[in-house]
T-cell receptor
Framework: AQTVTQSQPEMSVQEAETVTLSCTYD???????LFWYKQPPSRQMILVIRQEAYKQQNATENRFSVNFQKAAKSFSLKISDSQLGDTAMYFC???????????WGAGTKLIIKP | SAVISQKPSRDICQRGTSLTIQCQVD?????MFWYRQQPGQSLTLIATANQGSEATYESGFVIDKFPISRPNLTFSTLTVSNMSPEDSSIYLCSVDLTGAKETQYFGPGTRLLVL
């Protein structure tokens, strides 16, 4: 069975600092996609970044970047120059090429302090 | 991306009643999904709704409790039937724009409280 594990229930950093959120996953399939979603208090689930497993290059999206280690099945999210608006729950998710079901981690609550 | 709206945004309901949640997308999509997010938890897939076919339910969810309609490529409804306090959750719809499993985009969610 596929699983996604986020081992940090909560993190807090000062504004403008860099923070890294951890995610590990397990799947026996070779083709899959990985995602980081952000859910602020408004509860809207917002896509932050995505990574195709067949791509070796780490995805980046402005201040957000990932460290994708396929052999280690690790997919961490780095947020640079953190802003107050980054305060949210962050979920790591996995989807296999063989079906449409997103497998979700438990989430990490990120608090950016002024 | 896509603009996805849900109605209602929140509701408070009495035990034993039913609530229908609507999900509207601004473009035609083949695959729509319904999720439940219980307080403090991650998302759990309820069912996949494809236009022109019966919804496919995940383990633990049944059609009698969560009937779904998908009358066209831009709209779907989820009904939470015979509600109990355990149904208090956020219900979210999502869409796969391309059908290529690349990304699911989510609606704003419906917060349901059952008394």
């Amino acid at each position: 069975a596929q699983t996604v594990t986020q081992s940090q229930p909560e993190m807090s950093v000062q504004e403008a600092e860099t923070v890294t959120l951890s995610c590990t996953y397990d799947t026996s399939e070779s083709n899959y996609y990985l995602f980081w979603y952000k859910q602020p208090p408004s509860r809207q689930m917002i896509l932050v970044i995505r990574q195709e497993a067949y791509k070796q290059q780490n995805a980046t999206e402005n201040r957000f970047s990932v460290n994708f280690q396929k052999a280690a099945k690790s997919f961490s999210l780095k947020i640079s120059d953190s802003q107050l608006g980054d305060t949210a729950m962050y979920f790591c998710a996995l989807i296999m090429d063989s079906n449409y079901q997103l497998i979700w981690g438990a989430g990490t609550k990120l608090i950016i302090k002024p | 991306s896509a603009v996805i709206s849900q109605k209602p945004s929140r509701d408070i309901c009495q035990r034993g009643t039913s609530l229908t949640i609507q999900c509207q997308v601004d473009s035609q999509v083949t695959m729509m999904f319904w999720y439940r997010q219980q307080p403090g938890q991650s998302l759990t897939l309820i069912a996949t709704a494809n236009q022109g076919s019966e919804a496919t339910y995940e383990s633990g969810f049944v059609i009698d409790k969560f009937p779904i309609s998908r009358p066209n490529l831009t709209f779907s409804t989820l009904t939470v039937s015979n509600m109990s306090p355990e149904d208090s959750s956020i219900y979210l719809c999502s869409v796969d724009l391309t059908g290529a499993k690349e990304t699911q985009y989510f609606g704003p969610g419906t917060r349901l409280l059952v008394l």
